[in-house]
């Protein structure tokens, strides 16, 4: 399995709240991605770095805000939780962006379960 | 990137070649056809992806149309284990777009 780590697995919080979410990958992966899974929506990209400083938004962006640092790590922020980002945030890496690549397969970690109460 | 169509559940006898559809009639040709899928609560998990040939590697086949607007993974000898939501994704260069995928379960 790919290097990948998410921390918290589980977070409970309160409206209003600033959350952090960190992944963390040992594969020295190019591309790091974020992604929510809703019940009736499937995954959603939020938002995915192509390099350290290099971040771009994805189809749910608003609400959140990402940094990346150095390679192994890309943070996802959620400046002021609210209730309906209540859900499981899924990290994502892979060698490449383009498909034609052999290498552009994502590897996912392992999940956060997010509550906004 | 084209949309894809995919039945929402299946079943399939455990040992048995689990066949799962996929309808993409609006691919063009620069997208590629990916399938994942996800166990349970867990991360989505790579199986293969292609452009116009047929594929295989050790965990699925992949057949795709002639005319690329359908294609079919094909798990050649279903066990338990397989029994996950199955997602296929047409992509181009953007990012990739999740459906609802098919809920496949594998009966003893």
């Known amino acids: 399995d790919a290097g990948i780590t998410q921390s918290p697995r589980h977070k409970v919080t309160e409206t209003g709240t600033p959350v952090t979410l960190r992944c963390h990958q040992t594969?020295?992966?190019?591309?790091m991605y974020w992604y929510r899974q809703d019940p009736g929506h499937g995954l959603r990209l939020i938002h995915y770095?192509?390099?350290?400083?290099?971040?771009d938004k994805g189809e749910v962006s608003d609400g959140y805000s990402v940094s990346r640092s150095k390679t192994e790590d890309f943070l996802l922020t959620l400046e002021s939780a609210t209730s309906s980002q209540t859900s499981v945030y899924f990290c994502?890496?892979?060698?490449?962006?383009?498909?034609?690549?052999?290498?552009?397969?994502?590897?996912f970690g392992p999940g956060t379960r997010l509550t906004v109460l | 990137d084209a949309k894809t169509t995919q039945p929402p559940s299946m079943d399939c006898a455990e040992g048995r070649a689990a066949n799962l559809p996929c309808n993409h009639s609006?691919?063009?040709?620069?997208?590629?056809v990916y399938w994942y899928r996800q166990i349970h609560s867990q991360g989505p998990q790579y199986i293969i992806h292609?452009?116009?040939n047929n594929e295989t590697n050790e965990m699925a086949s992949l057949i795709i149309t002639e005319d690329r607007k359908s294609s079919t993974l094909i798990l050649p000898h279903a066990t338990l284990r397989d029994t996950a939501v199955y997602y296929c994704?047409?992509?181009?260069?953007?990012?990739?777009?999740f459906g609802a995928g098919t809920r496949l379960t594998v009966k003893p």
């Open positions: 770095s192509y390099g350290v400083k290099d971040t």
């Open positions: 994502a890496i892979s060698e490449s962006f383009i498909p034609r690549t052999s290498k552009s397969e994502q590897f």
């Open positions: 994704i047409v992509r181009g260069i953007g990012d990739m777009r």
């Open positions: 609006t691919i063009s040709g620069n997208e590629y």
């Open positions: 594969e020295n992966h190019r591309y």
């Open positions: 292609g452009l116009k």
